[in-house]
């Protein structure tokens, strides 16, 4: 099956600095979204992006289909971006959106 | 607009207890997932329904069914609890090319 590495896995940065989480993917995919879980633990959707490049605010994400990777930017970060970072993906196979979930950065952000 | 609602948010049963998750969507998408996450890592998928009426298996099916009683509804059964089935488990349900939507989360303890 697909394999999804995120890096880095932990991530410390003061208040109003700038980020970049890294996503990389084993096979061509149909579907990739970026996720913010949050300290009460839900799940919030940040970018479906499976090609292209979209933002958001502060928040903007890239993905490279052909090189297999996407990227996520998180500029003048602020402490509610606190919390844990995942991408999943759903192969291009079968169309049954079955997300695999990467393992996760989890970002702090310092007053 | 409630999204993907699951119930109960909390649960603590004892090993060998049956319980049953409810999720329900009221966005009428085709698809939708059941996940598990534990501590420290990403969602895995464990049943999914691509449309009402039909359900396979994800990567950790084993000690879970399942039952799509409706297009709404999807509901997730623990025939005889176990400890490793001490979780967080989330729904999620989807139209067909387009993202995931996740409920808030059902956190469940065996004894």
């Known amino acids: 099956g697909i394999q999804v590495e995120q890096s880095p896995p932990d991530l410390i940065l003061q208040e109003g600095a700038n980020s970049t989480l890294r996503c990389n993917f084993s096979?061509?995919?149909?579907?990739l979204q970026w996720f913010h879980q949050n300290p009460w633990g839900q799940l919030i959707n940040l970018f479906y992006?499976?090609?292209g490049t979209k933002q958001n605010g502060r928040l903007s994400a890239t993905t490279v289909a052909t090189e297999r990777y996407s990227l996520l930017y998180i500029s003048s970060s602020q402490t509610t971006d606190s919390g844990v970072y995942f991408c999943a993906v759903a192969g291009s196979y079968g169309n049954t959106g079955k997300l695999i979930f990467g393992q996760g950065t989890t970002l702090q952000v310092k007053p | 607009n409630a999204g993907v609602t699951q119930t109960p948010k909390f649960q603590v049963l004892k090993t060998g207890q049956s319980m049953t998750l409810q999720c329900a969507q009221d966005?009428?998408?085709?698809?939708m997932y059941w996940y598990r996450q534990d501590p420290g890592m990403g969602l895995r998928l464990i049943y999914y329904?691509?449309?009402?009426?039909?359900?396979d298996k994800g990567e950790v099916p084993n000690g879970y069914n399942v039952s799509r009683l409706n297009k709404r509804e999807f509901s997730l059964r623990l025939e005889s609890a176990a400890p490793s089935q001490t979780s967080v488990y989330f729904c999620?349900?989807?139209?067909?090319?387009?993202?995931?939507?996740f409920g808030d989360g059902t956190r469940l303890s065996i004894l």
């Open positions: 329904s691509a449309s009402e009426g039909t359900t």
């Open positions: 096979d061509s995919v149909n579907n």
């Open positions: 999620a349900s989807r139209a067909t090319y387009q993202p995931q939507h």
């Open positions: 966005m009428n998408h085709n698809s």
């Open positions: 992006i499976p090609s």
